[in-house]
């Protein structure tokens, strides 16, 4: 009986905690659905004194909004947005909500003729709602979209939709990529790239270029993407993450040219200008499996530290296994890792250029034998490197010798070689260029800050209309005094 008269009492607890956490969910969601309408509506404000003042920078700040916004939004919100801007009449509003599946019904608007709509705004729109088609995987959709928003964007042209248009030329190409039709849209972005030039849409060109650089990537067209980079040239005020991609690409394409050197250089200008964060991981992987790829065809040992980043270390298992064959020049191990992670680099393109470190295994060999050993007969050699004759170990031997690589003699009627003493280990100039390297990138580091810095507009004009009313009350005063209508006793007052 006992339990039987606390069950009632138990019950309406229970469903008020319900009811409250029913209204607690509903009034999150309705303050969410606010903040995100309120922070649209701030970026339309935004844009438009973009327009007004013509500067970037408020295009910027509603950009960065761009991943908050995104993981907030929802078809409602943004339905809501568009009819509130638009119009319920307008065929602008009509057209998003067809493609968000919302009907513009029903919305409570007090507009009842179109708009004066701004086109950084409707473009901005248009953004959004294939960003968000993106998110719910509405491939073709989005696709469609896109196409109509790059047809208007060729119509427009207007200082203030750089980067705007940037963006959409950017998620116009991810559609495509993600529904293998990336081929379709190469004339197009040629045609874009030569337009955005035309008119210094410096984003745009920028976007643009790297856009046709992975479609040639894709497609494994590198001879036209040296090209493409021959002919044009990236703009110094596109933005830092454009200019990181460049640089990737231009290290692809010195890498599979043997040009390592420059591969290198261009690979550590990528690292350095990526934003080190969690958001770009991926790209970081990419960028480091070549990096350490082209080190090792150079003849260095990337440092130890690159792969025990949280970031880095899963991915760059396969790399450290074909780095330490080639650190100890055991060339059994790099057949070893090159069969067991085949369809890896394969998958990430590396494939052809790991086959060339073979050579580089077999030097290094030669390197720590010659420094271990005075003298070493050739088929020592051969059952150390594994070669497979010793007349394969005779002409490695020979070439490592005439390359520099070993300080050695080789005897062929004896059949060994014999290392020289080492006099003197610190003879190189490797210091000196090192030091020169790390100058020269703080300079040119120090020149694009000052590139970079930013002024108030018009400030001068301030200065010099203070210089000319002080100028012009200098000349009031030397005139008065020539006329003589100064008093010097009144002049003085109560002194």
Known sequence: MAAESKQPKNEPEAMDIEEDEETK?????????????????????LLERAVETIESRFTTR??????????????????QVISEYYGTDASQASELLNYLGESDTGMDVDSTKDKNILPEVD????????????????????????????????KLNRRTMDQLAARIYFYHARFYELTDRLAEIRPMQLTSLRTATL????????????????????????????KLVSKSAFPENAGNNQAARYAYYLGRIKALQLAYTQAHTYLTQAI?????????????????????????????????????????KKALVPYLYITQA????????????????????????????????RHNVIKTGIRMISLSYSKISLRDICLKLHLDSEEDAEFIVSKAIRDGVIDATL??????????????????????????????????????????????????????????AARERERELAQEIAEGDMDDEGDLGEY
Do not use: W
Not at 284 to 306: A, C, D, M
């Open 272 to 312: 350095r200008k990526a934003p080190q964060n969690n958001v770009t991981a991926g790209f970081q992987q990419t960028v480091y499996k070549f990096f350490i790829v082209v080190q090792l065809l150079l003849g260095e040992i990337p440092e130890r530290s690159i792969f025990r980043q949280p970031i880095l």
């Open 199 to 226: 008119r210094r849409d410096d984003e745009t060109q920028a976007t643009l270029l790297n856009l046709l650089l992975r479609n040639y990537f894709v497609h494994n067209l590198y001879d036209q993407a040296d």
């Open 411 to 468: 005897d062929h009627n004896g059949g060994f070689m014999k290392s020289k003493e080492i006099v003197d280990i610190y003879s190189t100039n490797e210091p000196q260029h090192a030091f020169n390297n790390r100058i020269t990138f703080c300079l040119n580091l120090h020149n694009d800050a000052v590139k970079a810095m930013r002024f108030p507009l018009d400030a001068h004009r301030k200065e010099l209309a203070n210089a000319e």
């Open 62 to 79: 509603v950009l960065r909004t761009l991943p908050s916004i995104r993981r907030r939004l929802t078809s409602s919100i943004l339905s």
């Open 123 to 154: 473009m901005y729109l248009h953004l959004m709602t294939m960003i968000y088609l993106l998110d719910q995987n509405e491939l073709q959709k989005g696709m469609e979209l896109a196409g109509k928003s790059v047809e208007k964007l060729v």
């Open 326 to 357: 080639v650190r100890v020049g055991d060339l059994n191990k790099f057949q070893e890792g090159l069969a067991q992670f085949d369809s890896v680099f394969k998958k990430d393109k590396t494939y052809t250029l790991i086959l060339r470190l």
């Open 25 to 45: 969910q509903l009034r999150l969601e309705k303050e969410t659905t606010a903040s995100v309408i309120a922070e649209l509506k701030r970026n339309f404000t």
